[in-house]
């Protein structure tokens, strides 16, 4: 596997259900960030993490719960969702957290339907 | 704060031909860095072109260019000799900080056989 990679590629879940989508990057970067993709909005940051400590947290509500256990992997911990969360969540990566400019390595998405 | 407008939702153009799409920024940071993603149907969105604030040369990648207006604040997308293979939505971002990345909403390019 090459790049970032994300799991699984189509989620369908209830309001009640838990669920995790999972990232990896096999590029060798720092930092890796979530973001939320919906129609007609630009992309929204979700969270950042830079050498596995989380950077930014962009008032995301709680029923979202990020995990970066290395610098390889990110975790989006799913409980209670809303249908309003339905969404393409999408994982990036880039070198050095800390470098300015740096270009966003993307993987394919998560498309989420909460019913 | 930061914005980036992106006035288009879709545009078309017909194979071989050029079109420009168009983006529009704010910021009141004087470092800062533009780009164009593209991000085809298949999802995985891909870097087209960056361009770093401080440098008057516009960037260039193949078929790709930008034309960087400064003091307009506008950061526009030239894509050449276009190919079927060029449709998707393109993405306008700004970063000058660390993490903070800002993209636009978008815009769909059709290519016509």
């Known amino acids: 596997e090459t790049g970032v990679t994300q799991t699984p590629r189509h989620l369908v879940m209830g309001m009640t259900n838990k669920k995790s989508l999972k990232c990896e990057q096999h590029?060798?970067?720092?930092?890796m960030y979530w973001y939320k993709q919906s129609a007609k909005k630009p992309l929204e940051l979700m969270f950042v993490y830079n050498f596995k400590e989380q950077t930014e947290n962009n008032s995301v509500p709680s029923r979202f719960s990020p995990e970066c256990p290395n610098s390889s992997h990110l975790f989006l911990h799913l409980h209670t969702l809303q249908p309003e969360d339905s969404a393409l969540y999408l994982c990036a990566s880039t070198p050095n957290g800390m470098g300015k400019g740096e270009t966003q390595y993307f993987g394919p998405g998560t498309r989420l339907l909460v019913l | 704060a930061q914005t980036v407008t992106q006035s288009q939702p879709e545009m078309s153009v017909q194979e071989a031909e050029t079109v420009t799409l168009s983006c529009t920024y704010d910021?009141?940071?004087?470092?800062?860095?533009l780009f164009w993603y593209k991000q085809p149907p298949s999802r995985q969105m891909i870097l087209v072109i960056r361009q770093e604030a401080y440098k008057q040369q516009n960037a260039t990648e193949n078929r790709f260019s930008v034309n960087f207006q400064k003091a307009a604040k506008s950061f526009s997308l030239k894509i050449s000799d276009s190919q079927l293979g060029d449709a998707a939505m393109y993405f306008c971002a700004l970063t000058s900080g660390t993490y903070k990345y800002i993209f636009g909403t978008g815009t769909r390019l059709k290519v016509l056989a």
């Open positions: 910021t009141s940071e004087s470092d800062y860095y």
């Open positions: 590029l060798g970067h720092n930092a």
